[in-house]
């Protein structure tokens, strides 16, 4: 990835947790419209200004979480690709299952589990997230 003079490759792992860790992806309706709004991201929110901010490079949906390795751009910042992509997921969500607003006052917990990808990481890191 660059932007005019400024090469760089960062590439994150993220994670984010359904509040109160409610299994909501075990319904494959869901599942499919979280797979559906990962497409939309990563034709639309991604380019701003006909520049890259950040790019989904692949994800993965577990019964409680979202899991997923992106390229951002740092001067963007990992924080606000993550907030973008979590307010289009709700957004899915919501269209997909009203009765969600009433189920979970707040799909997402606030905190997300973020590290770059480097060779020396414990493998047990994102475990450990999933258990706190």
């Not at 034709?43 to 390229?71: C, T, W």
């Not at 957004?91 to 997300?112: E, V």
Request: proline residues 4%.
């Amino acid at each position: 990835m660059n932007n005019e003079k400024e090469v760089y490759r960062n590439k994150y792992e993220v994670a984010f947790r359904i509040a109160y860790d409610r299994p909501i992806f075990t319904d494959e309706r869901l599942k499919k419209c979280v797979e559906e709004a990962f497409e939309k991201i990563k034709l639309e929110h991604a380019v701003q200004d006909d520049k890259l901010n950040f790019k989904v490079d692949s994800a993965f949906i577990g019964p409680f979480y979202v899991r997923l390795y992106l390229y951002c751009d740092p001067t963007y910042g990992v924080h606000k690709a993550i907030t973008k992509i979590k307010r289009t997921l709700v957004k899915q969500l919501l269209d997909a299952d009203a009765s969600l607003k009433t189920r979970l006052p707040s799909i997402w917990t606030r905190n997300n589990y973020i590290r770059t990808m480097t060779p020396n990481i414990k493998k047990n890191e994102f475990v450990e997230y999933l258990k706190s």
